[in-house]
C-alpha cells in the first residue's frame, strides 16, 4: 500500500554539543553514543534467560547450573543490573546461595523480597558494603541488622550500610553496637530514635553517619564519636527539641568533621545555617558544607564563613538568597549547589538526585535559566532523567522535568544530544504519562516533545503507547495548535507501526479516522486549505496503509463523500494526491474496492489521471489498475471499464521513464498489494502500470530492492519477461527490474536465472 513519507524524514548533520557551555557535554555524548560494554550485554542476555537457564529448587525457587562460577566483581555487577531492573525477587535472589556467586558490594535498593530469601541469599558472603534503600516491608531494618549480625565476619568487617527508607516493625530496636566494623551509616527517612543515635555513636570506627529526618530529637550522643565522625547529614530535623546554642554547642565539639549537611526544607523555615555561619571557631576542618534551604542567608556571611576556610570545596546553597556574587564564580576549586546559573544548577541537581524538594527547585530555576537557551547541553539533560526516574510518583518533579526537556531539545538542539540520551528522556515520558494521566499540562509537554522530529524519527521508544496518547488527544477538541501537533505526530508514526499494531489499536484507531475525517470535513466546508487540514489528510493516508480495518473505518463513516468534496473543492495537486494515495490503499482491499466503482469516483479519477502533475497521474493510475483488475463491480453499473483501461494503457505510454522524479516520494511496506496485478496477463494495462510503480519506487531508493524480495516476487517478473502474450513495455520494465535485484543484492543465490 502507498503512503505518504514525510520531507523532513531524510537523514540530518548532527550538530555536537556547544562544549564551552556543557563542560560536562563531551563527556556524555561519548559515553550516550557509545556502545554497551561486553559485560553489560552478556550479563543483560543472562538475566533475560534466566529461568531458561537456571534449574528449579523443590521450593519454586532458582538454582545456577553446578559449574557455573562468578568472579567476585562480576558477581557484584550481575546482582545490581539484576536489581536495576526490577528482576531481583524472592525466586531469583535464591542463585546467590551457595559458593558459585562471591558478593562484596550488595545492592538491593527497592527490591521486594522476604526477610529468609535475604538471609539465604546474602548474609554468608563476606560482605563490606550493602544498600539496603527502600527495600520493600517484607525486609524490615531489625531483620536486616539480624542477618547481618547472625555472621560473626559481617559484624567485624561489614564497613557500610544504607538502610534510607525502610521499614521498621513496630516496637522493635536497632541493635547496631554488634557491626563494629561500621564505618558509614545512613538511616535517611527511618523510625530513628535517640536510643539509636546512642547505640550508634559507640560504634569504634564509624565516620559517617545520615540521620537525616528521623525521629531524632537530641543530638548529643554525638558527642560520644566526635573524634571520629568525619561527615555528619541531617537535614531536615523536624523533630529536633534542641536550642540552637545547644545544637551549636555538639557541631563545635565535632572538629574533625570535614562535612556536614544541616539543609532545610524552604517550607520549614530554620535560621541555624545563619547562626552557624557567625561563629568563628566552629568546623575548623569542614570542606563540604550544605545550607540549602536555609533562612536569612547571605552572601556576605557564606563568603566570610568560607574565606576563613580556605579548604573548603563545596557549599549548598539552593533556595536561599546566596550563591549570586562574583566570589562564588572567580573562587577556584569552590563548587556550587544554588540557583544562580546553570553551572550552580546542574551541581544542584548531581548533589540531591535523591531529595525531591530540592529536585523540584533546581528543575524550576533549569527550566527559567534555559527558556531561551541555543546551546546543546547533554551533561543537562541527563541529570533531568536522573532525576525523572528517582522520583516517578513526584507530580511537581515529573512536570519541571518535561518543561526543561522541552527547553533542552527544541527546535535543533535535540540534533546535537545522544540518540540513547533522547530515548531515556522520552521513555520517562511516557511512563511520567501513566502515573499522572489526567494531568493535561504534563500531557500537553509530552506531545510538544513528540513534535521534535529527531525525537519522532531517530530515537527508540514504544511507538505503540505514543500512537495510542496521541491518538486520544485527537478527540479531546484542545486549542487549534494542540490540534494540528496531535495529527502531524500521528501521520508520521502511523509510519512506524507495524501492520499488526494498527490492527491492535482498535477503538484509538476508529475514533482517530472519525476525528480526522471530520476535520477534513470542516476545513473543506471552510474551503480552508490550512496546516491542520494538510496534516489530516497525510495521517489518514498513512494510517490506511496496509490497514484493511483502518479503510473499512474510513468507508463506514462517509470518508468516501468526504474526499469527493475535497475534489471538488479543491485543485491543488498536494491535496489531489494525498486524496488519491489513500483511495490506492482502499482499493488494494478486495473486500471494499467495489465500494469505490461509482460515477464520482470514475469521473474524477478519469480527469486526474491526466494531469500535468506526475504524482497525481500516477495515483488515479493506480486506483483504476486495482479497480478494474477485478471486473465483477463493473457488471450492474453503467461505467466503461474497457474505456478506462485504455485510457490507462496510452496514459502509462507517455509518462517519461520509470525512474523519473515525483514531487511525492513514494514508498510502500512491500509489494504484496502489487501480486494480483502482477500476474493478471488478460488486462496488460494493470499489470504495466504495476511494473512501473515497483521500478519506480526500487530506482529511488535502493532499500526497497532488497526488501521486495519476497516470495513470489522474483518467479512474478520472471514469468512476465518469458510470457510469450505480455505487452513488450511490460517485458522490458520486468527485466530492468531483475537485472537492478542481480547488480545490487548481495545474496545472488536467492534470485532464479530465468
Known amino acids: 500500500m502507498v503512503h505518504f513519507l514525510h520531507p523532513d524524514l531524510s537523514p540530518r548533520t548532527i550538530a555536537r554539543p556547544d562544549a564551552q557551555r556543557d563542560a560536562p557535554g563531551h563527556c556524555v555524548v561519548q559515553e550516550e553514543a557509545s556502545p554497551y560494554s561486553l559485560v553489560d550485554i552478556c550479563l543483560n542476555v543472562l538475566i533475560t534467560n534466566l529461568e531458561k537457564l537456571c534449574s528449579e529448587r523443590s521450593d519454586g525457587t532458582l538454582c545456577l547450573p553446578e559449574h557455573w562460577h562468578f568472579p567476585q566483581e562480576l558477581a557484584d555487577r550481575f546482582l545490581g543490573v539484576m536489581t536495576w531492573q526490577g528482576k531481583l525477587t524472592d525466586r531469583t535472589a535464591s542463585i546467590f546461595r551457595g559458593n558459585q556467586m562471591k558478593l562484596r558490594l550488595v545492592n538491593i535498593k527497592k527490591a521486594k523480597i522476604s526477610t529468609a530469601a535475604f538471609i539465604k541469599a546474602f548474609c554468608h558472603h563476606k560482605l563490606i558494603e550493602l544498600d539496603a534503600t527502600a527495600v520493600g516491608p517484607d525486609l524490615p531494618i531489625s531483620d536486616i541488622l539480624h542477618g547481618l549480625c547472625s555472621n560473626s565476619w559481617l559484624q567485624q568487617n561489614l564497613q557500610c550500610l544504607l538502610l534510607d527508607s525502610t521499614s521498621i516493625r513496630q516496637d522493635s530496636r536497632l541493635l547496631f553496637g554488634q557491626l563494629t566494623g561500621l564505618r558509614v551509616l545512613s538511616v535517611f527517612n527511618v523510625c530513628f530514635h535517640n536510643e539509636d543515635l546512642a547505640n550508634v555513636s559507640q560504634l569504634p570506627k564509624l565516620e559517617s553517619l545520615d540521620i537525616s529526618n528521623t525521629l531524632v530529637t537530641d543530638i548529643s550522643a554525638l558527642l560520644t564519636c566526635k573524634d571520629r565522625l568525619r561527615s555528619l547529614k541531617m537535614h531536615y530535623m523536624k523533630c529536633l527539641t534542641m536550642t540552637k546554642p545547644q545544637i551549636l554547642a555538639v557541631l563545635k565539639e565535632l572538629k574533625c568533621l570535614f562535612h556536614l549537611d544541616i539543609s532545610n526544607h524552604r517550607q520549614v523555615q530554620s535560621d541555624l545555617a545563619f547562626h552557624l555561619l557567625q561563629q568563628k571557631d566552629i568546623l575548623p576542618n569542614i570542606v563540604s558544607l550544605d545550607i540549602s534551604g536555609g533562612s536569612c542567608i547571605t552572601d556576605g556571611a557564606v563568603e566570610l564563613f568560607i574565606r576563613q576556610r580556605p579548604a573548603m570545596q563545596f557549599v549548598g546553597l539552593l533556595a536561599t538568597d546566596a550563591g549570586y556574587s562574583n566570589f562564588f564564580t572567580t573562587q577556584q576549586g569552590l563548587r556550587v549547589a544554588g540557583g544562580a546559573n546553570v553551572i550552580q544548577i546542574s551541581e544542584a541537581l548531581s548533589q540531591y538526585r535523591d531529595r525531591s524538594c530540592f529536585m523540584k527547585e533546581a528543575l524550576y530555576r533549569l527550566f527559567a535559566e534555559t527558556f531561551s537557551t541555543q546551546a546543546t547541553m547533554p551533561a543537562i539533560l541527563k541529570l533531568v532523567a536522573v532525576g525523572m526516574r528517582n522520583h516517578p510518583l513526584d507530580l511537581p518533579v515529573q512536570f519541571t522535568a518535561s518543561a526543561c526537556v522541552l527547553n533542552l531539545t527544541h527546535q535543533g538542539l535535540a ?90 489499536l482498535k477503538d484509538e484507531l476508529l475514533r482517530a479516522v472519525k476525528e480526522l475525517l471530520a476535520i477534513v470535513k470542516q476545513k473543506t466546508t471552510e474551503n480552508l486549505d490550512d496546516v491542520t487540514f494538510l496534516f489530516a489528510l497525510k495521517a489518514l493516508w498513512n494510517l490506511t496503509d496496509e490497514s484493511p480495518v483502518a479503510c473499512k473505518h474510513f468507508m463506514e463513516n462517509q470518508g468516501l463523500a468526504i474526499f469527493i468534496q475535497v475534489l471538488e473543492t479543491f485543485s491543488g495537486s498536494a491535496i489531489q494526491s494525498k486524496v488519491l ?84 516520494l513514494v514508498t510502500y511496506r512491500s509489494f504484496k498489494a502489487f501480486f494480483p496485478l502482477l500476474g493478471n496477463f488478460s488486462q496488460p494495462e494493470v499489470q504495466l502500470w504495476a511494473l512501473w510503480a515497483m521500478y519506480h519506487v526500487c530506482s529511488k531508493n535502493r532499500m526497497y530492492s532488497e526488501q521486495s524480495i519476497e516470495p513470489g516476487t522474483l518467479q512474478l517478473l520472471c514469468d512476465i519477461q518469458e510470457h510469450n502474450e505480455a505487452d513488450p513495455q511490460a517485458q522490458q520494465i520486468a527485466a530492468s527490474i531483475l537485472d537492478d535485484f542481480r547488480m545490487h543484492f548481495t545474496n545472488h543465490q536467492r534470485l532464479p536465472l530465468c
Not at 519522532?456 to 505503540?464: A, T
Not at 491518538?471 to 502531524?488: D, G, I, R, Y
Open 415 to 504: 540534533r546535537g544530544m545522544p540518540v540513547r540520551l533522547l530515548s531515556e528522556v522520552t521513555c520517562l515520558l511516557f511512563k511520567a504519562l501513566k502515573n499522572f494521566p489526567h494531568y493535561q499540562q504534563l500531557q500537553k509537554n509530552c506531545l510538544l516533545s513528540l513534535t521534535n522530529p529527531r525525537i519522532l524519527v531517530d530515537v527508540p521508544f514504544d511507538r505503540f503507547d505514543a500512537a495510542k496518547f496521541v491518538m486520544s488527544w485527537l478527540c479531546k477538541h484542545e486549542n487549534p495548535k494542540m490540534q494540528t501537533m496531535a495529527v502531524s505526530i500521528t501521520s508520521i508514526l502511523a509510519l512506524q507501526l507495524s501492520r499488526e499494531q494498527t490492527a491492535q
Open 581 to 664: 494515495g489513500l483511495l490506492n490503499n482502499v482499493a488494494e482491499v478486495r473486500e471494499l474496492s467495489s465500494e469505490l466503482v461509482t460515477k464520482d469516483v470514475v469521473k474524477h479519477i478519469s480527469v486526474l489521471l491526466h494531469s500535468t502533475a506526475m504524482e497525481v497521474s500516477y495515483f488515479a493510475a493506480g486506483v483504476i489498475a486495482h479497480l478494474a483488475s477485478d471486473p465483477q463491480p463493473w457488471v450492474s453499473c453503467d461505467l466503461q471499464r474497457t474505456t478506462l483501461l485504455q485510457d490507462l494503457y496510452v496514459t502509462i505510454q507517455n509518462w517519461p521513464s520509470s525512474s523519473c522524479k515525483m514531487t511525492a
